[in-house]
Every structure is written in C-alpha cells, then in structure tokens.
C-alpha cells in the first residue's frame, strides 16, 4: 500500500484551494467583454404561444440582443435530445416530444425557456425582460400521475400522455407463482419527486472566437466531452473540433449537471451571433424550477412467498413521471436501471415488472444520484419487510434466508451479480449496530414517553457503469468506456488524462494514489487533469459510480502500457535484455546484478534518446487506453437506521445509523466513507423532509430552501460505517465503486425503522411530522393503556 | 452611482455601485474576490458567509452601500500567507468538504462560532449552529468533525488572529 498508495486514507490535494477560496467555479470566471444572459420562463404550466413582442425589451437599456425559439429555429440548429430510445411492450418506439431550447408554440411547464435577453449587466437583462410581452392560451395543466393519462395531450407525439409502456421480465412464470403461493404481501409506494439541488447552481460561459470560427463554452457539467458530443452532433451548434468545452470546478451535481439543458446551449450559440462572451447563472428557484428532479414514482408491488418463508414471485407496476420533456437520459432511469435491480440481494426465481413512463406539466425529470436503484431497493426492501411482519418472522432473518449465496448468480431481469457476501454485511453490521440491544433501548425510551424503531434496508445496486453493447442492446445511444492517458514528463513527473470528471469525489487525490502505488513516485509528483475537451481526449464522464471502476481501469491499462514502455527503454539503458528488467518501487534493476536506473533517469532516457535508435523503440514515454467494463459492479450492504419518534409532535430524530458496505477494493477509505455519508444524508432527506410539489394548476410550491426541506446538521446523525470485501472480478483494481450507495440504502432503512416504531403499516415519504404523528396516535393510545 | 469604501482582507477597496448591489456581489465582481459563493436566494444555504467588523454575516443579504466604512473579512483573508488557519487546516485533515462549495462559509460560520461558544464544543451544539448551513456532499459527519478539531486547535492561536 504505502503511505500514500493503494488504500491509504490521505487528506486530499485538492483542498487547498477549496479552504481558500481558489475554487474556480464556472460563476468566477468572467471573460472580456462578456454580456449576461436573463431567460424569460413561462408562468403557465401549460399554455400555447400565441406572440411574443420583444421590441419594448431590445431597445431597453444595455439591452445587446433578444432572441426566441423563433431565432433558433431560423439557423436550423437542433433542440435537446433524449440519448436512449425505449420501446413498448407492443414494440413501438417511445414517443419523444420535440424539445426545443427556447419554446416553440408552446410552453410544458412553470420554468419553461420563452426567451433570452443579453445585456450588459444582469440588472439590466432581468429588468428588459420584464418588457418582453408574451401572449398565453393557457391550457389545462396535467400534473397527477393518476390522471396523466386521461389529462390535456402535452405532445402531439404521445397520445394519452405516455412516453412508453414498457416491460421487463417473465409474466407467466409470475402470474404461475402468484397463483400457487402460500402468502401474497401487497404494498403500494410513492417514491416522492426530489429536486438534487447541489450547492453550486448551474452556470455558463458561452465565447465564439471569431479568427478560428471556434466555440468554447465553460459548463458545470460531469461530462463535458458529452456536452460536446451532444451540442455538436446531434444539436449541430458546430463541429467537434472546433468546439472546446471546459467544466472547471464544479460544485456538485448527484446526476443533475449530466444533462445537457437549454442555458448552455443558447449561451453558447448566442455568444456567436454578438460577438460577445455570454454568461449565465442560475439562481436557486431556477434550479427548482428546470434542473432535472429525480424519482416520482407510484408502484403497486406484490411478493409471493412459499410455506418455507421462501420468496417466490415479484411483480410490480409503476407509474414514472418524466416531466415535461424527455431529459438527457430520463428514458433509461426507470427501466433498465429499475427493474433488473428489482431482485435485491434475494433468490428471487421469478420477476416480472412493467412501467408506464407519462408526460406531465412539471420540470423533466432525470437520473439523480441511484438513478433508478433508490426505486428499486425502496420496493424490495419495503415489500420484504412487510412480507416478514405479516409472515410473523424478524426482519433480518426472513431477509437472510432469501439471500443468494451462490455466485455467479443471474437473476430473472438482466443483471448478473459477479460476487458478494450478503450475510457478512449484515453479521457485521448487526454487530457494530448491537441489534441485540434494542428491545432495552426501545424500553428506555418509551419510559419517556417516546416511541423508537429500528429498520433494516439491505441493498444491492449495479454501477460501473457500463459495458457498452450490453447498454447498446438496450437503446442506449452512446458507449459507457472510459478514457485515460498517463503522460510521463521528461523529469519524470506525471500527468494523467482521465475523461472522468471530479465534482467532490476526489478524483486529484485517488487517482494520484493509484500512480504513486504503480510507479513508486511520490505522490506530490502526480497531477491529473480532467474537465476540458482541448487537454483530454473523448470520455465519458462521471455518473453511476463508474470513475473508480471504469475511470481507474482506464488508468491501469494505460499505466501498464507505460511500465511494458518504460522497461524497454530501462533494457537499452542498462545494456540488458527486455525480459531481465524488473520495476518495483520506482526503480528499474537487472535481474541477478546490481545494475539500476531510477525513474527519472529512465523518464529522462526516454525523452533524450540517446541510448535507442528511434527506429526500433520510439522516444517518448506516454500511453493511453480505453476501458470498456465487461459487466456492471454489484456493492451491496446492510443499512441499519434506529430512530426515536415523539408521539406527541410526530418529531423523528434519528439516533444511531449503521452502515456495513461492500464496495470491493478501496483506493481511499476517508474519500469512500465521505461518499457513503452524503448519500446517507441525501437518503434520509428523502424519507422524511424532501418533495417536490406542483399544485393542481402546475405551479412549483417548493421552489426554495424555504419550502423545500434539505437536511442540515442538525437533521442527521454520526454515522457508524464499516466494510466487507469481495473484490469486484470484472475490472483489475477490484473496485465496484460507492458513490450512489448511501443514497440508494437509506430512505427503505427509515421508513422500515419508522413503521417498526409507530406499527403503522404503511408511511409514504417524506414522512413528515405530520404524516407521523396521525401514524402515531394508534400507538399512542395503546401505549396509553399499558 | 454612489462609491462605496470598506477594508476587505486588510486593504481598503472602493468603487462605484449600483445601489441595489449586495455585499456579495460587491465582492465578487467589483473586487474579484470569488471564494465567496452564492448558493440560494433565501438567505438559507451560508455559502456566501463573510465577517463584517468581527461578526460572521450573510453576504447575500446586505448590501454593500450598508457596510460603507467596515472591516470585512473573507475566506481569501483567512490563511497567514501560505500558512492555513487552524480551521481551514481542520476542515482539510478530516476531510470536511468534497465539492468545495459550501467550504468558504462553512469555514466562517466556524470561525465565528468559536469565537461566541468557545475551543470546546460538543457535536449536539455544533450540529444546532450549523442551522444556516447547507451541504449536499458530506452528509455533515466529517464537518462536526473538523470544526471540533479546529475549534480546539484554534485554542493555541494568538487570539488577535483568530477573529480579527
């Protein structure tokens, strides 16, 4: 390992310039001569266009330009596009609504782009669009999923409002279960709309350099060469290369800034037409109004189980709310990393699951961190637990007696878990939790009047993602590799190009830990560069908890081919044969002499050329690789949440959270457990304070940290955290990767928690104080009359 | 436009400003100093935290024309040279931030709050105080932490630095 290696928990070497003040997020930079852009959004959740007169706006002060869908549309460059096509259970494609930057005849939704004004200053932008009049036929809004179907048409391409039914699974195989089974377990769940509100808003700098007819736009994006890819190719704003896209520092993102949006496109796109750098910041209501939402689900889910307590059938039917328009990769959330993650950590033999994808007036809706795993593991985990209670057996043990324990194991929807070991986690988790101390806990609080539970959530989700033609066979419109370059300067020190991106995950510090454990160089020897399509070459970016185990892999391939490289260069140099040289620790030796050259040296010999001829080994020292994952990664634990609740106020307070995680090998304990954290924190905001929610006529009433409840310190816990292992066998550091985890384990844990202390059979989320204490008072009363 | 004139970070800064100008945005695009970050606009997230005359304030919600004549000090203004201040070095050793975002008010609301509770704070009141501040990232575990730390170790500064 090493000090600074291979599983170390160092401090990370990016702090320095957070803790300072030296971040550069895309909001401090600020480019010569630069206009700022305002964008007008619709008020109406639902209305057609009728005019828009802009003349009182253009001539406002400071006012350089304003444009409409109308503009865009005149230099033919194309709206925003959904990259992964589904199809019907019938076979037919999905109905994609057209989805153009800046409204086209129509607005979908409250924040839907109208138009954009640029001036000189922001002031004067927000108050020349106050000018703008827009002529509305407001038309009925659509905002219920269970009346979505039978609500106002929102696209001319998608009857009755749906995007797509679609299926997955072996309906006859189910329905044969059902019909046979001993105990049929029902439950119906809500997977409440969150809005991801990372800490930085969106932000863009649109520039055109007018002497190469050349693009740059910073973003705050997770994927900037995507970006590019989508803004050149399919949206046709101007060819690759002459398009230079950089995502800086970014503050966050959980899925949201994956997606390519209208802001940074007609910034960039505006800044050519003036001939002035463009920017835009989003303030935080924009960010609840159109920064993708994540989940807004409605499932009906039934579990079949034998006379043994032996899970036999699942099937399930969900309602997926995808919003106004089809986002970047919303078509795929609910499907295909849905239902194949349905079978849990359970010996499930037969699943069947079918989702009905819908339109509706509200902001589109997209993957946010999990991604279509927290709706699945909310279903598993709370329909297992449900069918323990009803069968009589405790919850850990019921859930243990359904785990795989045999693997490989191929589950009836897709997935293929590689490895695990589902009942060490949960050995070990109850362990460290002391489940066993519960019953005099719960007594010591109910002597003061309170009510405590504890739940379990054991979970299992598939990331790294993914292996391309398995995710192409589904419709996927793009490979899931990764992209990596190791640059050995000629001193010796090294740059790596990783089409990763960091955005708090760390990436400056674990992936230098992973070259100064190859290498044996020192850590402070090592940079990496990501965030900018003019340094790095094509990648993917980071989302699905992939940068460890497929951004990694990149590296390591790369890295090996620098070592094969830097050994030949070592044999010329030391005058030995290739097949003698042995690299250990930064240092290259002759087998059987004392003969040694140090890296540097060899790094140097490279660049020099002195001792090869260049025409059997090239100079130079640099080397790249693509990784494409053979099949995702499969972590798994066991999630414990223990929680007192006061009947009298339906107040919650979380006291001991457990987490037991198998994320495989680890690169960087601290990094791994700061990720398990803030998932776990994103979890349990989900269960009991989050939801975004539209009234009847489709306006956003949580559209600020006022209504919208994040948690803050004071709303969690300390959290216990600890790990199993089983390496992950598809990739060669053994990596599965943790970035999701936390956030797809918790809110099952709570609610299972919850309901254990309430004995209310049922709470949807968030669960308030108000939905708890009518939960409560049944418990109430009977605690009364003990 | 009215000039306004304030010490930020020990050098006295004027300009001309539109009235309506928040302190923040005074600070980040007439004076350029950028670690201060705006995060919402409700006064609620604490990214945009500074201290005037000694006190941790939001920036966001004051303007700047009303700290005519005050002392501000930002997280640019924090370290001595390149030698971090206690609770910055805190904030890094126990890894206290991902994103980076929230840090810089983070960082002075913690400040501050050594300054009113003391070197020696429990994790139920540091948890309280950080009512009016935000994160996504952390899940605010390892921040209980780094302010405990910091706190603690802010005890063996020179107190004329540690809320100057």
Known sequence: MGATGIGAAIPRKEDHRFVTGKGRYVDDINRPGQAYAFFLRSPHAHAKIKSIDTKAAESAPGVVAVYTGDDIAADKVGGLICGWLIHSKDGSPMNAGPHPALAQGKVRYVGDHVAVVIADTLAQARDAAEKIEVDYEVLPAVVDLANAQSGTQIHDVAPNNVVYDWHLGDKAAVDKAFASAKHVTKLELVNNRLVPNPMEPRAAVGEYEEGTDSLVLYTTSQNPHVARLVLSAFIGLAPEHKFRVIAPDVGGGFGSKIFIYAEERVCVWAARKIRRPVKWNCDRTEAFLCDAHGRDHVTHAELATDADGKITALRVSTKANLGAYLSTFASSVPTYLYVPLLSGQYNIPAIYGEVMALYTNTAPVDAYRGAGRPEATFVIERIVEMAARELGMDPAEFRRKNFVTQFPHQTPVIMCYDTGDYDASLKKAQEIHDTAGFPSRKAQSESQGKLRGLGYSAYIEACGIAPSAAVGSLGAGVGLWESAEVRVNPIGTVEILTGSHSHGQGHETTFAQLVSDRLGIPIDNVSIVHGDTDKVQMGMGTYGSRSGAVGMSAIFKALEKVEAKAKKVAAHVLEAAEGDIEFKDGKFTVKGTDKNADWGTIALQAYIAHKFNGQELEPGLKESAFWDPTNFTFPAGVHICELEVDPATGLTTIEKWTAVDDFGNLINPMIVEGQVHGGIAQGVGQALLEGAIYNDEGQLITASFMDYCMPRAGDVPSYSVGMTTTPCPSNPLGIKGCGEAGAIASPPAVINALTNAVGHENLQMPATPERVWKAAQGARLRMAAE | ?164
């Not at chain 2, 966001?60 to 070095?89: K, R, Y």
């Not at chain 2, 980076?100 to 002075?108: A, E, V």
Request: hydrophobic content about 35%; proline content about 3%.
């Open chain 2, 1 to 164: 436009m009215p000039t306004v004139s304030m010490n930020v970070n020990g050098r006295q800064r004027s300009a001309d400003i539109d009235p309506r100008t928040l302190l923040v945005q005074f600070l980040r695009e007439n004076l350029r100093l950028t670690g201060t970050h705006v995060g919402c606009d409700t006064s609620q997230c604490g990214a945009c935290v500074v201290q005037i005359d000694g006190e941790a304030v939001k920036a966001c919600t004051v303007l700047a024309l009303s700290c005519d004549g005050s002392n501000v000090l930002t997280i640019e203004g924090l370290a001595n040279g390149n030698e971090l201040h206690p609770m910055q070095e805190a904030f890094r050793e126990h890894h206290g931030l991902q994103c980076g975002f929230c840090t810089p008010g983070m960082i002075m609301t913690a400040v501050d709050l050594v300054r009113r509770k003391g070197n020696n704070l429990d994790e139920k009141t540091i948890r309280e105080e950080l009512e009016g501040n935000l994160c996504r990232c952390t899940g605010y575990h390892n921040i209980v932490k780094a302010i405990a730390a910091g706190a603690r170790n802010m005890a063996s500064m020179p107190q004329s630095k540690a809320a100057e």
